[in-house]
């Protein structure tokens, strides 16, 4: 019988359109919860979810039969629509349409887990597109357009 195994994790971020400030305190961590039961019925459990008002950081085990693609356009589909339909949400609310994922290898997750926890302390030093801009140059990303990722 044979098997396969897969173990990839990945931190996905992105914005609100126009890095409107639509996620409030009082709707975040309800949001977090939903994307999480997102991600898991996607086979790809969320690690840990955190918010600022205008953006949002993921880091997630990626499924062995779900594309990266999908994931995120699920997440992000399903979760504006429910952003849209809450008493604390707007009508509103979008999801920028490009997202940031980076890969993490599994003896980073403690790093990555906790720079995602400590996003207000971040944002105190720097904005979100200093934030984007810096994993841009940490991973080497090579087809960042700005003219295209920040609509």
């Known amino acids: 019988m044979s098997q396969s195994l897969s173990i990839l994790y990945t931190h996905a971020t992105f ?5 409107n400030p639509w996620i409030n305190k009082e709707i975040a961590n309800d949001l ?3 994307m999480a039961s997102i ?3 996607l086979d790809s459990p969320a690690v840990i979810i955190n ?3 205008d953006h949002i950081h993921v880091l997630f085990r990626m499924s062995k039969t779900v594309t990266l693609a999908e994931v995120m356009e699920e997440i992000k589909k399903s979760s504006s629509k429910w952003m849209k339909n809450q008493p604390m949400g707007t009508p509103l ?4 349409r490009g997202y940031g994922a980076f890969s993490v290898s599994g003896s980073h997750l403690a790093s990555v887990t906790r ?3 400590r996003q207000k302390e ?3 030093k720097l904005t979100y597109r200093e934030e984007v801009e810096r994993l ?11 003219e295209y990722y920040w609509d």
């Open 51 to 53: 918010s600022m008002p």
């Open 32 to 34: 977090h919860a939903y």
């Open 93 to 96: 609310f979008y999801w920028q």
């Open 115 to 117: 720079y995602i926890t």
């Open 122 to 124: 971040h944002h105190k």
């Open 39 to 41: 991600f898991k019925a």
């Open 136 to 146: 841009i140059k940490k991973y080497n990303v090579e087809e960042y357009n700005p």
């Open 15 to 19: 914005g609100t359109k126009g890095r």
